[in-house]
């Protein structure tokens, strides 16, 4: 945007119907300059331009996937809706979990900032998924990052990671948020696209939902938190919708935002207190596209009118251009539509927060949102058209032509080893790989503490917070995806993410009750992209119908590729569950010598996809694990009903490393042993086979028939590996007539990788 | 027994704490960084968190707080107060506790299960520890790294004035391994970790941290 002496009025835009405007240059195709031109019955002016090409971008109008995310609400059954008391739209989705309390949850990405700039962009990350579920009414409770670099020994991995890392923690832990688990992958594909994806749980009361509606002609608009500042003009259209190798124009510059993470705190504080007081009647946060979404959102959702001053906006930086101004995603601010009387309690609360407010404009009947600029209208547009009703496109897909080498190219064929001995070197090889290794580097930058009710946190398989200090009600949460199972199979990989989340929630104790996804994928306008997408969607969709589980909310990631080359697809998918009284959650370690130690599910010979066929052949192909919901669904019962019995000691999914990593984390965990013999498969396909619908448990002898008879009762096949045995300096993992690994070796070997690696990076 | 918690902007443990001072039996009374009244409390905890988000320098904005003049006096009066964190770090900006703390040595902020051994049982925030106990708590900081310049530290180890000390690896390059040291009087401790995340078995590594907020209990009652 260059800074003009003559303001571009809607008076002058019908005047001059001749002139170029630059809509190319700001990612607007030719039929869709056509269209809005239809829309106005002229051409748009500046201002209007820029709010069109910002909020018809990928990353705000969904303009590739809507057609596809109508699976979600389309499968939608009585029983899943029995929950939902906000579902997909809003800025989250609400589910009730008990005792007059809900929970709001999303995830949300904010992959191409956070490689341009990592530490910013994941800061800003963190602070927009915030704002969404403050936004909602709620007190933001707890965080989760979901993070995807390239491979730990490239050097830019050594640039991102770090400062993904840092970023994360440095909003977070100064927002006072408890980080409670997430992902750390490492995979060539994501080595010029990292994915960063943060998910925001908060907790209201059901009367407590706010909705980012405008109504009531002459209730005030009010826009309080930051000034207005330069910073991430432009972000959404142009970093979210090219690739980089097509930013260079200088008019596309990508900018990244610049986040305040106290000015986010004093936000969140400051708007609870005008909740409780009951001084907000609509409200929505500026993210993405800024004031030119927040206003036409606003109106279009009320279905009513606005009209806005833009001049009285504060800024940081007065030369700013009204279009600027309308594209800018400053970070920290926040819009709410508030009645006129209430308007003065309103900037009293504001003011002892220390957070400056601004009456800017009033909601009108007139269908209508115009914005005026020093005494002239330079906006005059139906809000729904910019908002809500822009291009939708059927795009073009094809399954690859491939995929059929890639599905036949099976890791069952992979050599195995043999003996004891290499087995035993493979269990320390895969616990000491970079994606299957000890995460604390990563996690010990996270305060996991704060708030004071978190029962669960990394490196358990879901956090758990307890939401309700006097019942001891709380919420389990878990993000999951295996992107190469995604790769072999789209349909199938997705499901296997959802039941990886919904299984590492109910093993903690809590039933799942709701989903939130955040879809990574390469460039839409590829048919073999858009093909894995479509497929994962229905996947994800035909899943969540069988576990009878809603997705609420989430986001869609496109162009994560670098030039031709796409990111492995992947949706990453957070399960949210909710348990009575979190002191009958179940930790993942051993809690001492003499428990006895089962082995939940069925183990069959799947290699395919695994981390033993990365890490020991470098080989992905093949199909992936069989999914098997009705399974993962009689676990869960299982799981979910031991738990409120309180009888087991420890619980662990799993999942990538098969059985060989889950002992290795049970037993690290608290340093407890454990002896046990394979049952009578192939050793190796029993230690490193990643068949679904199993978990590792362990639990005092006296129980043990009680288990069996809940295994018998839900059909869950149960085989008795053996016991815990030993602490200390004696403790290992024995695994009879093949190998034993004393614990102290084992844990030199997974908990050196990342250290060694990034540290003095 | 009132003991207040006083809010800044950017107190983020303030509600741990309050939590804290309840289950220890007293009534926590919020204090709000704007006022100078002290709402007639006992004793006083400044919490941990980024007051006025770190600006500047941490702790040096709080300290120009009005409430912080008045906890100041009491403090020089003898009211016990207990800087945790970000706390601590106002205690030191405030003068109420020598040296500083800077930037962790590893540049990285941390977060874990910290062991520490209780040096000192004659403050009022830790009388009802055993002297040399080894206690663990949680360790969350950005800037934890005591520094002090070489006569004050030899006074506060010749005065027995360091509190608590790290066990094990140092994780923040604090200087003689200080969590923790106290004023003369023994009424003003300041400390990096936080014994408010350490009052429950379900929501943090046990209980080790209880003691601080019934230690303040009896000092208040034998004042």
Request: with cysteine; hydrophobic share 40%; proline share 5%.
């Amino acid at each position: 945007m260059t800074t003009r002496l003559v303001l571009d009025t809607v008076a002058l835009a019908g005047e001059t119907p001749d002139v170029q405007q630059p809509w190319a240059d700001l990612g607007l195709k030719d039929d869709e300059y056509s269209q809005i031109r239809a829309i106005l019955g002229r051409r748009p002016s500046s201002s209007e331009l820029a709010m069109y090409s910002v909020m018809w971008s990928e990353h705000c109008s969904y303009k590739s996937s809507k057609v596809h995310l109508r699976r979600f609400g389309e499968s939608l059954t009585d029983a899943m809706r029995q929950r939902l008391l906000v579902g997909i739209g809003e800025n989250a989705g609400v589910v009730d979990v008990g005792d007059g309390l809900a929970v709001t949850f999303k995830i949300e990405s904010h992959n191409h900032p956070s490689y341009v700039e990592p530490y910013q962009g994941a800061a800003t990350g963190v602070g927009g998924i915030v704002r969404d579920i403050l936004a909602m009414g709620a007190r933001p409770v707890a965080l989760l990052d979901s993070l995807r670099v390239g491979p730990l020994d490239a050097v830019d991995t050594r640039r991102v990671l770090p400062g993904v890392v840092a970023g994360v923690g440095g909003y977070g832990n100064c927002l006072g948020l408890p980080n409670v688990g997430g992902e750390v992958v490492f995979d060539p594909s994501y080595a010029g696209n990292p994915l960063v994806n943060a998910l925001c749980v908060g907790v209201l009361r059901h009367d407590e939902v706010h909705l980012a509606k405008a109504s009531g002609a002459g209730n005030r608009v009010l826009l309080y938190g930051a000034a207005t500042g330069g910073d991430g003009i432009g972000g959404v259209s142009v970093l979210a919708s090219e690739t980089f190798e097509a930013a260079h124009r200088p008019a596309k510059r990508p900018s990244v935002q610049v986040g305040d993470p106290f000015m986010e705190k004093l936000l969140i504080e400051c708007t609870l207190e005008l909740f409780n007081g009951q001084l907000i009647t609509g409200i929505q946060d500026l993210g993405g596209a800024g004031l030119s979404c927040a206003t036409s959102e606003l109106a279009s959702s009320g279905g009513s009118g606005m009209r806005i001053q833009l001049d009285l906006v504060p800024l940081r930086d007065t030369s700013l251009t009204p279009e600027e101004i309308l594209m800018s995603e400053s970070q920290e601010r926040m819009m709410a539509i508030v009645e006129p009387q209430q308007v003065q309690p309103f900037l009293a609360v504001c003011d002892r927060w220390g957070v400056e407010a601004t009456d800017i404009g009033e909601v009108t009947d007139s269908g209508r949102l115009v914005i005026d600029w020093q005494g002239q209208r330079i906006v005059d547009v139906p809000p729904g058209s910019v908002a809500h009703d822009g291009p939708v496109y059927e795009r073009p897909l094809c399954r690859p032509a491939a995929h059929d080498a890639l599905a036949s190219d099976s890791a069952e064929r992979l050599s195995r080893p043999g003996g004891g001995a290499e087995l035993r070197a493979t269990v320390l090889a895969l616990a000491a790989s970079p994606n299957l290794c000890d995460r604390s580097w990563v996690t010990d930058q996270y305060d996991r503490y704060v708030q004071g009710n978190t029962v669960l946190a990394q490196p358990e398989d879901a956090g758990v917070i307890r939401i309700d200090e006097g019942s001891g009600r709380g919420v389990a949460v878990s993000t999951d995806c295996n992107a190469r199972f995604v790769q072999l199979d789209p349909y199938a990989g997705a499901q296997l993410a959802l039941a990886e989340a919904y299984r590492n929630v109910a093993v903690s104790g809590a039933r799942p009750i709701a989903v939130t996804d955040c879809l990574n994928f390469g460039s839409p306008e590829d048919p073999g992209v858009m093909w894995q997408f479509a497929e994962a969607v229905r996947g994800l969709a035909d899943g969540c119908r069988e576990l009878e589980i809603p997705v609420t909310g989430g986001n869609v990631s496109f162009y994560n590729q670098t030039g031709d080359t796409a990111i492995l697809p992947t949706p990453v998918v957070g399960v949210l569950g909710v348990i009575d009284d979190v002191r009958r959650r179940t930790p993942i370690g051993f809690t001492g010598p003499g428990c006895a130690v089962y082995l939940l599910g069925e183990t069959r010979d799947e290699l395919s996809g695994s981390e033993w066929a990365v890490v020991v052949h470098d080989h992905l192909g093949g199909h992936p694990p069989a999914v098997d919901l009705a399974a993962e669904r009689a676990l869960a019962d299982v799981m979910v009903a031991a738990a409120a019995e309180r009888l087991l000691s420890s619980a662990h999914d799993l999942s990538e490393g098969g059985l060989a990593q889950a002992l290795v984390e049970s037993c690290l965990r608290r340093g407890v042993g454990v002896g046990i013999a394979l049952p009578g498969l192939d050793p190796l396909v029993a230690l490193f086979s990643e068949s679904t619908s199993r978990a590792l448990v362990s639990l005092p002898t006296t129980q043990e028939v009680r288990l069996a008879e809940l295994c018998s009762e839900h059909g869950v096949p149960s085989t008795r590996l053996g016991e815990t045995v030993g602490i200390g300096g004696a403790a290992e993992i024995d695994v009879a007539a093949l190998f034993n690994l004393p614990l102290d070796e084992l844990r030199a070997a997974w908990s050196t990788t990342l250290p060694s690696a990034l540290d003095n990076a | 027994m009132r003991v207040g918690v006083v809010t800044f902007p950017g107190s983020l443990d303030d509600v741990d704490a309050r939590r804290a001072v309840r289950l220890a039996g007293a009534d926590a009374v919020p204090l709000w960084h704007g006022t100078d009244e002290l709402a007639g409390v006992d004793a006083v905890v400044l919490p941990g968190g980024f007051s006025y988000g770190d600006y500047l320098r941490c702790g040096a904005i709080a300290r120009f707080s009005p409430v912080m003049g008045a906890v100041t006096s009491a403090a020089r009066r003898g009211m016990p107060v207990l800087g945790i964190c970000n706390g601590f770090q106002i205690l030191c900006e405030s003068n109420l506790l020598p040296g500083a703390l800077v930037r962790n040595d590893s540049r990285r902020f941390v977060c874990r299960d910290q062991g520490l051994r209780i040096e000192n049982t004659a403050t009022a925030w830790t009388s009802a520890y055993t002297l040399r106990e080894e206690v663990t708590l949680v360790l969350k900081n950005g800037e934890g790294g005591y520094v002090a310049n070489a006569a004050t530290l030899q006074r506060l180890e010749d005065e027995g004035r360091v509190v608590a000390r790290y066990l094990g690896d140092n994780p923040n390059g604090s200087m003689r391994e200080i969590a923790g040291i106290c004023n003369e009087r023994g009424n003003v401790v300041g400390l990096m970790p936080h014994p408010e995340h350490a009052v429950n078995d379900l929501c943090g590594p046990g209980t080790d941290g209880s003691r601080f907020f019934t230690s303040v209990l009896s000092a208040v009652v034998a004042a």
